[in-house]
Nanobody, 120 residues
Framework: QVQLVESGGGSVQAGGSLRLSCAAS????????MGWFRQAPGKEREGVAA???????RYADSVKGRFTISQDSAKNNLYLQMNILKPEDAGMYYC??????????????WGQGTQVTVSS
């Protein structure tokens, strides 16, 4: 059974930093790509950053240069370092895992989310 548990959310002022973590278990043989998504109140969920099946890393344009996605060598933990946070970065952040497709990743498993609040 795949489990994804996020942590590290919180409240920061604009310009601050947070590091999100996602502890993954049971995923090793059923998934090969992982990513971070976020959803603000009243808005659709959007992709933030992803590590594709071939190891390529992608970022949403809105976070390029400020956020960094990484994974430990055992691929048991996924991280999202968020710097220079803006109020528009606020929302519930979700970790997801899935199977690589010809293009992108089919996300199958989702965590419960961790809340990020950014005050101006």
């Amino acid at each position: 059974q795949v489990q994804l548990v996020e942590s590290g959310g919180g409240s920061v002022q604009a310009g601050g930093s947070l590091r999100l973590s996602c502890a993954a278990s049971g995923h090793r043989y059923v998934t090969n790509c992982m990513g971070w998504f976020r959803q603000a109140p009243g808005k659709e969920r959007e992709g933030v950053a992803a590590i594709e099946g071939d190891g390529d890393i992608r970022y949403a344009d809105s976070v390029k240069g400020r956020f960094t996605i990484s994974q430990d060598s055992a691929k048991n933990n996924l991280y999202l370092q968020m710097n220079i946070l803006k109020p528009e970065d606020a929302g519930m952040y979700y970790c997801a895992a899935g199977k690589a497709q010809w293009v992108g990743c089919e996300y199958i498993y989702w965590g419960q989310g961790t809340q990020v609040t950014v005050s101006s």
